[in-house]
């Protein structure tokens, strides 16, 4: 016991910490920049679930944007044709990422390695073409608007409105924190640290007693649901969904914020997400190129940090990092 | 001065709520409109400035995210345009061209004495053709660059994810597309669309020739997402009511990179083939069409969509020869030779063939391009008639207001493809549209259709939502 709370004390101050400056940034920053904030919240959900995979289990998928256009047609088609209140489309769309990433787990876990990235990948795209093939439902690579669907959300006494700024961030961050906290708590559970010596030495867990394929199984099911969760807030918070939000560029993306931030740290996805989405923001007011000027400054940062941003500093600097 | 007939923001709020005095003010745009060509027409000595300026000003945005224009007006705050441009991503191709149209139309505004005598600042951001960015770019747009109004975008996910987050943040966002978005309902009070024609108005409007000329027996190949859908719908009811029969629908993956097994489930007695292929595959798919009729082949009529930025005659394309394009706006100066039409190509440095003047394959998106240009135009003159000064509620009230009861947009310079009809309830334009044989390699305009061929009744009416 005294291993599992080494630290945590920290750990849980860091993690509260960086929440309650996400909440005071919002009374703090220009609107725009609370936009972005929004906007980056909403994607480090995304890249959180997507670590618990690549950075605490030690598995490359290429195929997230399935779980993440899960939660996003999950919530946004059942506002629009069922009319579902926000608070109900959300739990529903969460549910239906879990059933499909225990689903999807259960068959592409029977890879491994460079096969289980290709096949993670293949069933990926197939989800994607399949949103074009019902694009009468879909709205396909077109896409659908959710505001004039979207309802309030009752708080009991006031309701409040999800085209309102304020409550769009609110809401993030509130998506966001769960999904943060839970990281954490997991990283620090029994089940984490079975995860973290799956990736470590998958063989010498197995020869420890682990079943690795359901501990397997169990991260995959958690990392899809918490994209899928990313992909319902996107879907309610912005108000639109369509098929480009299920391709391949949404598989990579997560990828590249968790490995730029640091793989296997709490911290990491969200660095990685908040500074690659103002990177491109920065540099595309400089110059046509800027995808050029991007590619180069993340070379850079992975040159310098092969762990990531904070990958390196958890192994420099500041250790009990999670 | 542009306008002819000012009125004032108040004076036009109070004219809305009047019948008599709202169709003063549709008057005065009129007038507006006819001035401007006037006042454009008659500045030759200054157009070789102007050219000057736009060369020098393409280079500019290149680099910079920011652009107030040579040769502005010095009076006046800045009216700041914001401009969603694909410079990357799939609809590259196409951002070259709207965004040197684009600033070829700032420039010319600025030199004509700017919007009610301020220059435009032109701020421009690229979107990637990606939604996400898309809504972005416009949050980015209203609050930090405190832009005036939003311009763009062409790809209907890149409006279709921006245009709501621009209703929100209650910024008028007009689309230079031509999806069938803003008139289908599906947007707000702050999306328009005035100087383009949607899909459904562009299919309907070519219905009637078709079946007349070409065949009333119809197979149609369409690439199997919602832009095909478009036309498989709209165009399929029109040419029905029109008397035109649909043989076989042959829709097609976007993912199909060889077309050979789709081309025998058209039927022999097929006398129309209408193709709507868009995309890098559309080289094979022509090639492999001529290689399976040969010879006999029924008519064949396809939309330029499937061609914009690529030459007629290139290699792989001679099985084109003798089939048949709409075409919003000819690609050869030709096809619609008026005054404004040479006018515009000079401004925008496209020569005769539809090609960059300074470089012949350098091939336009003729057909599209025109809508930025038409839609500053307007702009500026909404701005001019509703008293438009600032960012405000009031201002932006007046500004919707007024733009929601125009009716007409005449032809001249700021118009050059033609009179718009404007459907203040639909916020959308209608024009003219062209249909073109390809002869010799190029594409000989053969129809012009009337503006009402496009027209179509709908109940969508943005009138009634709050602003």
């Known amino acids: 016991m005294y291993v599992a709370n080494k630290g945590l004390g920290k750990a849980l101050a860091l993690h509260i910490g960086v929440i309650a400056g996400f909440f005071i940034l919002q009374f703090i920053v220009p609107p725009f920049h609370a936009a972005m904030l929004t906007r980056i919240m909403v994607l480090a959900t995304y890249a959180i679930g997507y670590n618990i995979l690549l950075g605490y289990t030690g598995l490359m998928s290429l195929g997230h944007a399935m779980f993440f256009a899960t939660g996003l047609y999950a919530a946004g088609l059942s506002v629009i044709y069922y009319g579902l209140p926000p608070l109900e489309a959300l739990p529903l769309a969460i549910l239906l990422s879990a059933v499909m990433s225990a689903t999807m787990g259960a068959i ?9 990235l290709i096949v993670t990948m293949i069933f990926s795209q197939v989800f994607f073409l399949t949103t074009l093939y019902f694009n009468m439902i879909t709205g396909g690579e077109e896409g659908l608007v959710l505001t004039r669907y979207l309802k309030p959300i009752s708080l009991g006494l006031f309701s409040v409105e999800l085209t309102d700024s304020v409550v769009k961030y609110n809401f993030a961050l ?14 620090r559970s029994p089940v984490g640290r079975v995860l973290i010596a799956i990736r470590e030495n998958d063989e010498r867990a197995e020869m420890l007693g682990y079943n690795i394929y359901k501990y397997k199984l169990l991260a995959f099911t958690m990392s899809g649901t918490i994209s899928g969760m990313a992909g319902a807030a996107y879907a309610l918070v912005f108000a639109y969904i369509g098929s480009a939000l299920a391709s391949i560029l949404y598989s990579i993306n997560p990828l590249l914020w968790t490995l730029l931030g640091g793989a296997g740290t709490t911290i990491g996805p969200i660095i990685g997400t908040g500074l690659m989405i103002y990177i491109i923001d920065f540099t595309s007011g400089i110059t046509s190129s800027y995808l050029i000027v991007v590619g180069i400054t993340l070379m850079l940062l992975v040159l310098a940090f092969p762990p990531g941003i904070v990958g390196a500093i958890k192994r420099r600097w500041i250790r009990w990092l999670p | 001065m542009v306008s002819g007939d000012r009125i004032s923001r108040r004076k036009a709020l109070k004219a809305i709520s009047n019948v008599a005095a709202a169709g003063a003010i549709v008057g005065a745009g009129v007038v507006g409109a006819i001035g401007g060509f006037m006042a454009g027409s008659t500045t030759g000595g200054a157009q070789q400035t102007v050219t000057e300026t736009r060369t020098r000003e393409v280079t500019k945005t290149v680099t910079a995210t920011k652009t107030v224009t040579a040769g502005a007006p010095t009076g006046g705050n800045p009216i700041k345009i914001g401009f969603e441009v694909h410079r990357t991503g799939i609809g590259a191709v196409y951002g070259k061209w709207y965004e040197r149209t684009t600033v070829a139309a700032v420039n010319l505004i600025n030199e004509m004495g700017g919007i009610d005598g301020r220059p435009i600042e032109l701020v421009i951001e690229d979107d990637g053709t990606d939604p996400q960015r898309g809504a972005q770019v416009v949050e980015k747009f209203a609050l930090e660059h405190k832009v005036d109004f939003i311009l763009g975008a062409l790809f209907s996910n890149v409006v279709l994810a921006a245009a709501p987050r621009a209703g929100e943040l209650k910024i008028p966002y007009f689309a230079v597309s031509e999806g069938y978005h803003v008139p289908s ?21 070519v219905a009637g020739w078709i079946v007349e000329n070409l065949g009333k027996k119809i ?11 478009d036309h498989r719908d709209w165009f399929g009811k029109a040419a029905r009511d029109l008397g035109g029969e649909i043989l076989e629908l042959i829709p097609i993956p976007p993912t199909e990179t060889t077309f050979t097994k789709y081309f025998p489930k058209v039927p022999a007695d097929t006398e129309v083939l209408y193709h709507v292929m868009v995309g890098p595959a559309v080289l094979t798919f022509v090639k492999e069409m001529g290689e399976f009729f040969g010879s006999k082949r029924p008519e ?11 030459a007629i005659d290139s290699p792989g394309l001679e099985f084109l020869e003798g089939t048949y394009f709409w075409e919003a706006f000819p690609r050869y100066l030709d096809g619609y030779d008026t005054p404004y039409h040479r006018f515009f190509r000079e401004k925008v440095g496209v020569d005769e063939n539809g090609a960059d003047v300074n470089d012949p394959k350098s091939v336009a998106t003729y057909s599209h391009m025109f809508s930025c240009w038409e839609t500053l135009f307007i702009i500026k003159e909404t701005v001019e008639q509703s ?3 600032r960012r405000s509620p009031e201002d932006y009230r007046a500004f919707i207001e007024t733009l929601e009861n125009f009716r007409w947009f005449n032809e001249g310079n700021q118009h050059p493809q033609g009179a718009k009809l404007f459907n203040g309830r639909l916020h959308q ?9 390809v002869e010799n390699g190029r594409l000989k305009t053969v129809y012009r259709t009337k503006i009402e061929d496009s027209v179509y009744e709908s109940d969508v009416d943005y009138t009634k939502q709050p602003l």
């Open chain 2, 185 to 205: 309902g599906k947007l707000n009070r702050y999306s328009f669309q005035p100087g383009i024609t949607d899909v459904r108005s562009q299919t309907q409007a």
């Open chain 2, 429 to 437: 334009g209608f024009g003219q549209q062209f249909i073109s044989r």
């Open chain 1, 174 to 187: 509130i998506i966001f924190s769960i999904a943060f906290l839970f990281s954490l708590w997991l990283t």
């Open chain 2, 219 to 229: 197979t149609m190949v369409f690439p199997d997402y919602a832009f095909g859908y």
């Open chain 2, 387 to 389: 008293g438009y000064t």
């Open chain 1, 108 to 116: 592409t876990l029977r890879t491994s390695g460079v096969f289980f």
């Open chain 2, 300 to 310: 064949i009529f396809g939309f330029i969509d499937s061609l914009e930025g690529v």
